[in-house]
């Protein structure tokens, strides 16, 4: 819970403190007799809620988005790329400070970009799926969901040399319903344990560096972002303070392995770094 408060931006917890406030202020609603004989229902919309809008939640949905027994191994994931510009540089410096790390790619961009996918396959790192675009799937019908997948898919295997196994939807968002047909689909849900906000406007290096700092541990899953989706803005501020804190990372003796590494080894495999 601390290492969560900490990487909240103040405008967030700010309205983090609002809504408690203002849930805290209702409660003596929930001591009425009528709220009583709707009380399963309130409370089973909530738990829907939660597990189809908290990644960390994992009431029905399972995700992976923190690996236990773990003593060092770490996972570090980028979302919503690949870029021209910003995923270059990240493989350089993945390569120099010998790295690994996962990149949930959009299709439609991975498309215009198949050099930079094969890059990132070739140097050891993970190719995996995070929607044909950043569509907010939650609001789809199964059968719109699944012929999305099916697209972005399609796309990426046809680019990439190895099967695809890890999805992450946009926001984190899914519903039951499309988790069960991932999973027939033989698709992996991942989430992630710390979000340290690198896409906001006006978020800087040293912040971003910091959060990273100030919460990671070993088994947590790192999200950043080497695009900012249904935008062109470059994650110049991301790209600094992943230069500037990758090798504090190695030094506090963390290893960043791929999502599927950091998976096997949580599962009482050995690591592959
Ligand atoms: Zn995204």
Redesign the pocket.
């Known amino acids: 819970m601390f290492r969560f408060w900490y990487v909240l931006p103040p405008k967030i917890k700010k309205r983090f403190l609002l809504v408690l406030g203002a849930g805290l202020s209702s409660c003596p609603i929930f001591l009425k007799p009528a709220f009583r004989r709707t009380a399963p229902w309130f409370i089973g919309s909530s738990l829907l809620a939660l597990d189809t809008f908290v990644p960390q939640v994992n009431i029905l949905s399972k995700s992976f988005w923190r690996a236990k027994n773990v003593i060092q191994e770490i996972a570090i994931t980028f979302?919503?790329g690949p870029d021209a510009e910003i995923t270059p540089k990240l493989l350089d410096l993945l390569a120099q400070e010998k790295a690994k790390a996962t990149f949930?790619v959009l299709a439609k961009r991975a498309k215009r970009l198949p050099e930079l996918i094969q890059r990132i396959e070739k140097e050891g790192h993970e190719l995996a799926f995070?929607g044909l675009d950043?569509q907010k799937i939650w609001k789809l019908s199964l059968k719109k969901f699944s012929r999305q997948i099916e697209q972005g898919l399609a796309i990426l295997e046809s680019i990439s040399s190895k099967p695809i196994i890890w999805y992450?939807p946009?926001?984190g968002f899914i519903r039951f319903d499309q988790y069960l047909w991932l999973r027939k689909k033989g698709l992996r849900l991942a989430g992630w344990t710390i979000g340290v906000w690198d896409t906001d406007e006006n978020v800087t290096a040293q912040e971003i560096s910091e959060r990273i700092l100030a919460s990671l541990r070993p088994g947590d899953i790192l999200l950043l972002?080497d695009g900012v989706?249904d935008r062109l803005r470059p994650q110049t501020a991301m790209l600094k303070a992943f230069k500037k804190t990758l090798p504090v990372i190695k030094k506090q003796g963390l290893k960043p392995l791929t999502l599927s590494s950091l998976w096997r080894i949580s599962q009482g495999g050995i690591s592959a770094f």
Do not use: K, V
Request: hydrophobic content about 20%.
């Open positions: 979302d919503d949930f995070h950043h992450r946009p926001h972002h989706a």
